[in-house]
């Protein structure tokens, strides 16, 4: 059975950094692409970064590139999201996802694309 479990969420200070981890088991965490999304009442799951399992190839939305870092530690199954000079704006339901089908980060931005989503952790920037 397919398990994502993420940690590491909570509340922080505009300017501070948090780090999210993504526990994977049930699957051949080489072969899938993971992925991280947010979102906030009223508004869609929107896509933040994806790291490739299988080369560590990443890709970012516009609004975290150069704050957001993604990658994972394959030998512990999990993926990561570091999280730098945070804003208020990034104040969110986090969610990691396994993509579906394929171990890089293409169309990743696309919620349907994943079959498996953890939890979900809350991560508050207070200004």
């Known amino acids: 059975e397919v398990h994502l479990v993420e940690s590491g969420g909570g509340s922080v200070q505009a300017g501070g950094s948090l780090r999210l981890s993504c526990a994977a088991s049930?699957?051949?965490?080489?072969?899938?692409?993971i992925s991280w999304f947010r979102q906030v009442p009223g508004k869609e799951r929107e896509g933040v970064a994806c790291?490739?399992?299988?080369?560590?190839?990443?890709d970012y939305a516009g609004s975290v590139k150069g704050r957001f870092t993604a990658y994972s530690e394959n030998a512990k199954k999990t993926a990561y999201l570091e999280m730098n000079s945070l804003k208020p704006e990034d104040t969110a339901v986090y969610y990691c996802?396994?993509?579906?089908?394929?171990?890089?980060?293409?169309?990743?931005?696309?919620?349907?694309?994943?079959?498996?989503w953890g939890q979900g952790i809350q991560v508050t920037v207070s200004s």
């Open positions: 049930g699957f051949p965490f080489d072969d899938y692409a």
């Open positions: 790291v490739s399992t299988s080369d560590g190839s990443t």
């Open positions: 996802a396994k993509h579906m089908v394929l171990s890089h980060c293409k169309w990743w931005r696309a919620t349907y694309e994943h079959d498996y």
